[in-house]
């Protein structure tokens, strides 16, 4: 009996190798997945201080404006 025959086969056939490759592609997909998940969290915080910015600048405008209808 050979080494090949000794292992235990998958029921597709071969030893294994194509279940293998499709756990390691998973893993690959499940670490791109969490990398962009992360990447949308970054870019929602970068939103939210853009946000927080133009309404800083609206309040400094209508505060201006205000200022200058005064005068």
Do not use: F, T
Not at 14 to 24: E, K
Not at 25 to 41: I, S
Request: net charge positive; hydrophobic share 40%.
């Amino acid at each position: 009996m050979s080494a090949a025959e000794g292992r235990p086969r998958c029921r597709w056939g071969g030893s294994g190798q194509a279940v293998l490759r499709a756990r390691a592609e998973a893993a690959g997909y499940r670490r791109l997945l969490r990398a962009r998940a992360a990447e949308v969290e970054a870019l929602r915080g970068a939103v939210g201080a853009l946000h927080r910015q133009l309404e800083g600048l609206r309040d400094r405008r209508s505060g201006e404006l205000a200022k200058y209808q005064v005068r």
